[in-house]
């Protein structure tokens, strides 16, 4: 049974400081790594996916994986307000039957 | 520049009722999803389709089925609803699913559904 693993929060940081959500999970198949961003009643959207060691950055946000540690994180940089909410971790394998393991989330609460 | 649509958006049922939750996308995906999110459970996975034509259960398939009726819709069925149906239902898709390097899922809005 795949797991992905996330601790639910919420992690509170401060308007610009840096938020540092983490995921670990349990199949070392898995290759392909997503982060989903639900705001509170709303779906989740995609916002970042890395499938290769080390860091991926896209405008504030940076994913880093370390496969041999079986763990990928999310970074957010100059945090805002209009951050705050649920964040996914998802992981996939290559092959097999190619469907994505959710984490249960990471509330992050921005405050001004 | 529709993406995933979903509907109802909401809907309340009574007890053995039964309904369809409508669910088209837009972006010439193969594979299409109908996952649950319940308070502390996370997205469970119902049913999915891989291409046209194919449909596989996943984590919590039971009372539910589906119906992949072409390339752009995929339906789910609630035969006779129960109060443990109660959740938020998502349809997803997504592009290329034997690829490493896939893009991630596109989810619909959503259809919040309560079972008295």
């Known amino acids: 049974q795949k797991e992905v693993e996330q601790n639910s929060g919420p992690l509170s940081v401060p308007e610009g400081a840096i938020a540092s959500l983490n995921c670990t999970y349990s199949d070392r198949v898995s290759q392909s790594f997503f982060w989903y961003r639900q705001y509170s009643g709303k779906s989740p959207e995609l916002i970042m996916s890395?499938?290769?060691?080390g860091d991926k950055e896209d405008g504030r946000f940076t994913a880093q994986l370390n496969k041999a540690s079986q763990y990928v994180s999310l970074l957010i940089r100059d945090s805002q307000p209009s951050d705050s909410a649920t964040y996914l971790c998802?992981?996939?394998?290559?092959?097999?039957?190619?469907?994505?393991?959710f984490g249960r989330g990471t509330s992050l609460i921005v405050h001004p | 520049n529709a993406g995933v649509t979903q509907t109802p958006k909401f809907q309340v049922l009574k007890t053995g009722q039964s309904m369809t939750l409508q669910c088209a996308q837009d972006m010439n995906h193969n594979s299409m999803y109908w996952y649950r999110q319940d308070p502390g459970m996370g997205l469970r996975l119902i049913y999915y389709s891989a291409s046209e034509g194919t449909t596989d259960k996943g984590e919590v398939p039971n009372g539910y089925n589906v119906s992949r009726l072409n390339k752009r819709e995929f339906s789910l069925r609630l035969e006779s609803a129960a109060p443990s149906q109660t959740s938020v239902y998502f349809c997803?898709?997504?592009?290329?699913?034997?690829?490493?390097?896939?893009?991630?899922?596109?989810f619909g809005s959503g259809t919040r559904l309560t079972v008295v």
């Open positions: 997803a898709s997504s592009g290329e699913n034997r690829a490493p390097r896939d893009y991630g899922y596109t």
């Open positions: 890395i499938y290769s060691n």
């Open positions: 998802a992981a996939r394998e290559s092959g097999g039957s190619y469907i994505p393991t």
